[in-house]
């Protein structure tokens, strides 16, 4: 019982008087500590660069809760890997990246000004879902269910045209 005073005790000491704030540091200390963290061969001599850039993408996404509690969700931060490219053309994107590629070499490469709308519906083929069966006879049938699956994307496309939302 004895023990477990003592190391309460010991714990309260170390919250209050030895512990410091996240949000008390400087950039120096938590630049040192990215630079201690990815001490190794893979990112080598580009320490320094990429402890920057880590530095600047956990400060980016900082929040404070209702409580006055300061977070760093590190889930926030997604990193993107481009094939060919050397490790110092990496760069932070302050915002949000999409990591595709053009269909063809006809698309434009660049769209400006973009409008980005956030679905929470699928824009793919409509599927059956799973569990379901539909058992079809006549191949005639088979093909009028594939052209209504290809209607309802093009009903949810033609939704979103409507919508105008610029």
Do not use: W
């Not at 956030?118 to 879902?129: E, I, S, T």
């Amino acid at each position: 019982m004895l023990v477990n005073l003592h190391l309460l005790q010991a714990v309260k000491f170390i919250d209050e008087l030895l512990a410091i704030k996240t949000d008390k540091l400087g950039a120096d200390v938590l630049l040192a500590a990215a630079k201690t963290s990815m001490g190794s061969k893979i990112v080598g001599a580009e320490g320094d660069f990429f402890a920057q850039m880590v530095v600047e993408a956990i400060q980016a996404v900082h929040t404070t809760d209702q409580s006055g509690r300061v977070r760093y969700p590190v889930r926030a931060i997604n990193v993107l890997k481009a094939n060919g490219q050397s490790s110092l053309e990496s760069k932070l994107i302050k915002g949000y990246a999409v990591n595709c590629a053009r269909a063809a070499q006809g698309m434009p490469t660049r769209v400006a000004p973009a409008r980005i709308a956030c679905l929470d519906m699928n824009l793919q083929k409509a599927r059956l879902q799973m569990g379901v069966q539909v058992l079809v006879t006549d191949p005639k049938e088979l093909e009028a269910i594939r052209q209504r699956e290809a209607d309802i994307t093009k009903e949810r496309v033609q939704k979103i045209l409507d919508a105008d939302l610029g």
